[in-house]
């Protein structure tokens, strides 16, 4: 613990390995290769990456078009991009037909910081989540990156891998296994149970060690795979406690928070609060000052938690 | 007409493009952060449209008949900024507060936040067709203002700017003026390493475009540029600006990596130096 690592980073690194043990792997960008870290495979496999230019629809077609010929194409850019503007190719393309394509973005959420809106992606879970045939993963930090990134090179279909820009604390332990499908339960509480994706699971960690301080009981659960979502786990922790609260660094519609609600509302029916972006646009600002001012702080997941327990 | 005094006075025009430099790199250490090569390759252009050739009021940024601005390449933000500024359109202080918390200086521009900036931008690609939409809506209301879009040459790239090129062609909208700011840079590296684009000025003549091929360093080019476009019927016109990204800074220029870096106090202090 203590070690931080951006997403991104962790992705150039499993890249590069999987690219050494699998020759059928080829790597996409649309000119931000330096800032996604698929620069790294670049160098030593010029001959299996291929920048594309500025043009993320292209992108997605041409990384179609090259899984047909039976590559394992990892596609990357920025999360805004690559889901926002090409989100009819990967629809009609890769959803419809289920193709082996690897869809890694990066600069999600807020945490892209200084760029400001138009950069930061609050919806590309949702719009990702929506699509049938779709795998969405999360991963909260460097290590589970490298985990995530083995284990969809080993599952044949579509997959979207939502990364970070920032630095994140590691907060998996070094044992870890990856399975897509699978939360990962760092504890489960009796008073309230978060559950969590991304950079917010290290957050929820440091909510649930003050909410222990002050006598209240909240565990924190990684739901790294949003789709398909973990139900097992989510029932469990509803069992287990009256309230549940979920917490993600992106809008509270459409992604984790409202998976959960949509299981649990069918499935177990209990008291639900969403923490995360509510339905409004980010801004320009350092990535600290932002996690405060939308409310994604630890202080703000200990104050969500009381309210919901009425104390 | 235009409240800010329109001059076609090379000199003065000159030592504007010298301001506008100064503030960019200015505001850019300030933040900390921010697009850099890209603000400064289009400074002229931009100096020329703001204090020379288009109809704009600061005091009333909706008047109905003013030419229109839209930066399609947003991240030159600081640019934009910097013309509206000395322009009148807000103090020049508020410089000082780009990408800050609670700023109306976006990272990219926010239409909805500052006066002045017809429409939000940022993401590549999008500003020409939104040119074209404000091009058709103003010849239907009987106004003749000009609309003027920069581009960078990477974001060609994108395929909506060549839907745009058909649809400005298509309709004749001999209103719009288009300016691509040829600096031969992106982010991967030079734009004939990463996706060729050239020839640039035959595609937008095949595309049914006039083009005019410049240098957009040369104030008086940029103006006979401007002036050639605007009498030119039924046909919308493509000026392509030779530039060198980070232009005005011997140490900035035509490096890749000053796309996106602020410049640092200490090279801001040299780049000063080098500009005053
Ligand atoms: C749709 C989209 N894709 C990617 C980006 C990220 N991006 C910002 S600037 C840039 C390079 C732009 O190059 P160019 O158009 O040549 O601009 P300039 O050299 O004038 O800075 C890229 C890829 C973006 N802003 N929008
Ligand atoms: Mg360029």
Known sequence: MGERIATRDAYGDALLELGKKRKEVVVLDADLSGSTKTAKFAKVFPERFYNIGISEQDLIGTASGLSLTGKLPFASTFAVFETGRAWEQIRQTISYSSLNVKLVATHSGITVAEDGASHQAIEDIALMRVLPNMTVIVPADGIETKQVIEAIADFYGPVYVRLGRSKVPVVMPDDYKFTIGKAYKFHIGKDANIIAAGIMVSVSLDAMEMLKKEGIDAGVINMPTVKPLDNDAVVEAAKASGLIVTAEEHSVIGGLGGAVCEFLAENYPVPIKRIGIKDTFGCSGPSDELMKLYELTADDIVRTVKQGLKR | ?276
């Open chain 2, 1 to 276: 007409m235009s409240q800010v005094s329109a001059s076609n006075d090379i000199a003065f025009l000159r030592e504007q493009a010298k301001t506008v430099r100064i503030e960019i790199l200015k505001m850019l250490a300030e933040a900390g952060s921010g697009h850099t090569g890209g603000s400064l390759s289009a400074a002229d252009v931009a100096t020329v449209l703001y204090f020379s050739k288009m109809r704009h009021n600061p005091k009333d940024p909706a008047w109905k008949e003013r030419d229109r601005f839209i930066l399609s390449k947003g991240h030159a933000a600081p640019l934009l900024y910097t013309v509206l500024a000395l322009s009148g359109y807000f103090d020049r202080s508020l410089l000082n507060t780009l990408r800050k918390i609670g700023s109306p200086l976006q990272g990219h521009p926010c239409s909805k936040l500052l006066p002045g900036v017809e429409i939000s931008t940022g993401s590549l690609g999008q500003g020409l067709s939104i040119a074209n939409g404000i091009a058709m809506g103003l010849k239907m209301d009987g106004i003749n203002s000009r609309v003027y879009c920069i581009l960078g040459d990477g974001e060609t790239q994108e395929g909506q700017v060549w839907e745009a090129a058909m649809t400005a062609a298509h309709y004749r909208l001999d209103n719009v003026c288009a300016i691509i700011d040829n600096n031969g840079l992106q982010i991967d590296g030079h734009c004939c390493d990463v996706m060729a684009l050239e020839p640039i000025a035959e595609k937008w003549d095949a595309f049914g475009w006039h083009v005019i091929d410049i240098d957009g360093h040369d104030i008086k080019a940029i103006l006979g540029a401007f002036d050639e476009a605007e009498g030119i019927k039924g046909k919308p016109t493509m000026i392509v600006a030779r530039t060198v990204k980070g232009k005005g800074v011997s140490f900035f220029e035509g490096k890749v990596q000053y796309h996106g870096m602020a410049p640092t106090s200490e090279e801001l202090e040299r780049a000063l130096k080098e500009l005053e």
